[in-house]
């Protein structure tokens, strides 16, 4: 397995629909995650950061950690067409403290009017 | 504050020429990295820089430089360009304990 896995994707959702993004992670890494999302043609925006068990919301967005499945995942509701986007999972290495982060391949999520 | 900035935005070099990307960051971070991004690849650490004065390889080094000039400035040299180089490069700064990475806005080299 991957260090950071996500569902390949990509996504497609109606408006105002709730986009469930996905990423499983390996015993390598350590317990803290971000999402990033990056626009087509830029560069990745840090969104969403976990360090904890559960959920934590932040406007549309909500991040959930399950760590005895060892799954991480990115709720977005009330899709709009602007949340259309590349979206990347990032774990920090574990035991680093030097702050290297494995990046998983991303999610293309598409939002349709 | 301006974040993380990298200069140039395009750039095109032939085969054999040699370029450097400039990287600065002003939120006072003391980790940088380099990354490239690829279609299908997903972003892959070229070097990092945990600190000024230190430098240590990614996943990818072969055919780059870097050094570390300061605590804000992180520059990522390719000495030859090969067409194996095109690709969009990030440069990002982080700090430690919380480890989010924050990106400049790339640079988009292609190598013909």
């Not at chain 1, 998983?104 to 349709?112: C, E, F, I, K, M």
């Not at chain 2, 032939?14 to 960051?25: D, E, I, N, R, V």
Request: net charge neutral; proline share 5%; charged share 20%.
């Amino acid at each position: 397995q991957k260090e950071v896995e996500q569902n390949s994707g990509p996504l497609s959702v109606p408006e105002g629909a709730i986009a469930s993004l996905n990423c499983t992670y390996s015993d390598r890494v350590s317990q803290s995650f971000f999402w990033y999302r990056q626009y087509s043609g830029k560069s990745p925006e840090l969104i969403m950061s976990i360090y904890s068990n559960g959920d934590k919301e932040d406007g549309r967005f909500t991040a959930q950690l399950n760590k005895a499945s060892q799954y991480v995942s990115l709720l977005i509701r009330d899709s709009q067409p602007s949340d259309s986007a590349t979206y990347l999972c990032a774990a920090p290495y574990r035991g680093s403290t030097l702050g290297r982060l494995y990046f998983g391949r991303g999610t293309q999520l598409t939002v349709w009017p | 504050n301006a974040g993380v900035t990298q200069t140039p935005k395009f750039q095109v070099l032939k085969t054999g020429q040699s370029m450097t990307l400039q990287c600065a960051q002003d939120m006072n971070h003391n980790s940088m990295y380099w990354y490239r991004q690829d279609p299908g690849m997903g972003l892959r650490l070229i070097y990092y820089s945990a600190s000024e004065g230190t430098t240590d390889k990614g996943e990818v080094p072969n055919g780059y430089n870097v050094s570390r000039l300061n605590k804000r400035e992180f520059s990522l040299r390719l000495e030859s360009a090969a067409p194996s180089q095109t690709s969009v490069y990030f440069c990002a700064s982080s700090e430690i304990p919380t480890d989010e990475q924050f990106f400049g806005p790339g640079t988009r080299l292609t190598v013909l």
